[in-house]
């Protein structure tokens, strides 16, 4: 209480500063003169009085001093002398001050954009009402699968669970994206109707309802629009936006998805791009009572077992996560007692929401800590950088230093005086940073946008929020307050230690002996240019590997193959039949080679477990699979080495035989002859083997991506009641044969038309490969330019400084004769010290990076980002080191000339 | 200067305050000299008081509320910022002497089961 009482007097006292200052001078003389009095009785005279008075009180300037240390706030007052300083000192040294604000910048921008990204993905809560009470729900399974599918619930799952618990508020289900035909009327009366593609999500009634997002126009669902004649759907509002132009007329219109008529009721608002753990924006969100219409095929209403769905759940407001999951936990176990599953759910955990799904995924992680990891290291060389440049002018301010510790200051006074000017450095380059991140973000964004939305991936749209936000702020204000005193510490310390008359009488140039050897210094110069060396290195190999993939040969026919895909039939039997009838058409055309049914290659990748039984011992092991029609060997243009190929009898007696490559013989049967001898396969996953006979062996070929060639591959022949890929080759004009293809279409049926595309595999597929490549090695490239730039205008402003400490010693040197080329060279190759030692730590580095980075790509269907370029490249190694060598050097060399410029004399007179 | 060495004892911040709240308990609205000289006499010159650093204390104790300030007349006709001690003052006076004695006390025991 006190304490308040005494603040509150002391902010009084400073606003009133003169008054108080006048009323304790009147004081004071008052004291004075009855001192005075009272030595006058005792018989002086008034003169001698006087300065009795004076010398029985003391000194008047120390009680003075006394008194205004008591009543003013004195951290305030010290704080803000220390400001204004900082500001006039940092204004006189612009050349410093720009460097180190626009380093400052740069390094705290890099990992504000960072953290913006990360922000906008995991940190973000969904666009919903009150989302930390929204959880969705992830289950465990037994086998240990990680991944989308632990999202997934049933039909029956979910009305159990919605009707056994009290401890969600609500409970909502939302599938995956499903696709439908729509035709829709471009006018309300008598437009033309246009058919499309389009891709939506089926919800629960009250998803809108219970996740609290009310729709921008019109309405969202009413529990009974399950049951009304034309149901009703609510469009997202890009949809709407891109489609329809922001028309509000729209509402109240009729479409036909399907064959089913929907009317379109409400559009969602622009921040709700939908709740699920797959990342696009649906069209349209649609009632699960429709399941049957705009999803045929299954049923999901009665089987357990089909997992199509995503929950999410709002607590109640009174419960805790841990009980609510514990409930949600036992019902999911308690229900699936009721049925058979294929791999059992061992656990139910609710997670909270954000815009990434499943941001515990062990992949994502990893990715997040490696990009914190190199963000930061970019910042740490420009601290260090920054804190190189402060020794330098502390070494240039301890006169002025060693005089006000010899007047009486605490050292830890003057050290908050030094480090206010890193804070104020350190707050003005993190604003600057922040705006850099900001631009920058959205730079990047549209980079991205660029590579997704190609012309395969069909206008993927994602919509993430990079705007930044409180957090963002929040974040890159700690960064700046950390990078203060990670640069500003060390320097005040060494400062301000004891040794003033070494620092007053300025002996500190005493021949440069005892500041050369400063091994601070040299430690944070090697450790920069280690940095610098390792991405560099990281960058040169990903360019490398850039330029490697933009001419990579897959073995497969690229150009003149192309993905034809369209919407065969709404049922899978449907889908196969017409698929038949489509290809024994294309077949028949003139301008196709050939056309084959099956897994289409760079598109994802299967690997099924293999087990290879020879004698008495087991062959185990993981395989890439794909689905191959007779045709198809010929159409990829994958030569047959041996063996025979698929025939039509092969697909409709299902028979077991299989087709591998070259690989697969070497790894499997190396010296034997593989034909007729079997494996099995785990084609599910759930450890029921399925066995096959190798009837053939094809070339190897880059089948699952672009950087290697498939370690192992297996081709199964198609089933005659199964959709694919189709696969297409022209032959002789690319464009006559889209022709004819799209006749074809046309002539079988129609409808088909509007909904197919017809893609080549180098523009579809190939071309996300590459852009990735160059993505990569543009980001890498940037952040290594980064780096060494700080790097070099680091080593430049070291040995500006070393330099001007020993001019003396260079002047007397020239003076006794010495020749500018050996001065040159004697301080040249001192400095050039630590950039050697950090060169040589880099090489090692990067080395180990890459090594790691190589033997942690075993996996079959993983990419290899140098494209095979091996770790080691000495190339690139012995390269990029001599190119930061030499830029060490120049930065090393221009101001010992500038030094040797100097006349003799004036460089033996200067301090 | 006498002969016996005259051992001059500093004294703390918070015990300088409470000596001078009690001065002007005892004797009444006082200005600063008054207090300086009430004092030494009352510690026969033991004190080691700079008459400067009462004023330090008495702009605590203002600025706490303990004592107030007001511009008087001396008998000689001069001026002089006359203190006197407020209720909240006197309180706190009550509460720091008790709490002073507690101490002496402890400590007075403490250093007695020492000496035997």
Redesign the interface.
Known sequence: M?HW??LI??LHTYFRRESCEQ??D???R??L???S?EFERRGMDPEQARQAARR?????A??KE??R???SLVWLEQAWQDLRHACRSLLHNPGFTLVAIATLALGIGVNSTFFTAYNALALKPLPVADPDHVVRLERWFERGYFGDLQYAFSYPEFIYCRDHNDVFAGLVAASWPIHVFAEIRNDAQSGSIVTENLRGELVSANYFADLGVAAQIGRTFFPDDEHSATPAIVLSDSFWRRRFNGDPLILGRAVVMNRVAVTIVGIAPEKFTGASVALQTPDFWAPLSMQKELSPGHDWRNEPKLMQLQLLARLKASIPLKRAQAEADALIRRFAASYQASDRTKAVTLQHTSFLGNTEDPRFQTVVAALLAIVGLVLLVACANIANMLFARGAARRQEIGVRLALGASRGRVVRHLLTESVLLSLLGGTLGFFLSVWSSKLLWVVIEGILAGPLTGGLIVNVNLSPDIRVFTYTFAISILAAIAFGLSPALRCTKAGLTAAIKDESSVFGSRLTRSRLRSALVAAQVTVSMVLLIVAGLLVRGMIRSQTTVTGLETRRVFLVSAGFGSTPANAAAMQRRVLDRLRMLPAVRNAALGHAPFLGTWTPPIVVQKGHSTLRGRTLASYASDTYFDTLGIALLRGRSFTPQDAAKSARVAVISESAVARFWPGEDPLGQRFQLDLNFRGNLTEFEVIGIVKDVRFANLTRIDPVHVYLPTSATDSYAMLVRAQGDVKTAAESVRAAFRSIDATLLPGMSFVSLEDGPLRIHRSLARLLAMIGTLLAVLAVTLAAVGIYGVMAFLVSQRVKEIGIRVALGATSAEVLKAVVFQGLRPVLIGIAFGIAGAAGLSWLLHTSLSFPGASDLLYGIPFYDPPTFLGLALMLLSIAASASVVPARRALSVDPITALRCQ | MSSERRESIRILQGTLDLIVLRTLASMGPQHAYGIATRLQQVSNDSLNLNQGTLYPALVRLGQQGFIKGAWRKTENYREAKYYSITPAGRRALDQETRRWRKLAGLVEQLLATGES
Do not use: Q
Not at chain 1, 56 to 60: E, L, P, T, V, Y
């Open positions: 006190r009482r005494r007097a002391k009323d304790l009147r004081e004071l008052s004291h003169l009855l001192l009095d029985a009180f003391g000194s008047i120390r009680a006394l008194s240390d008591a009543w």
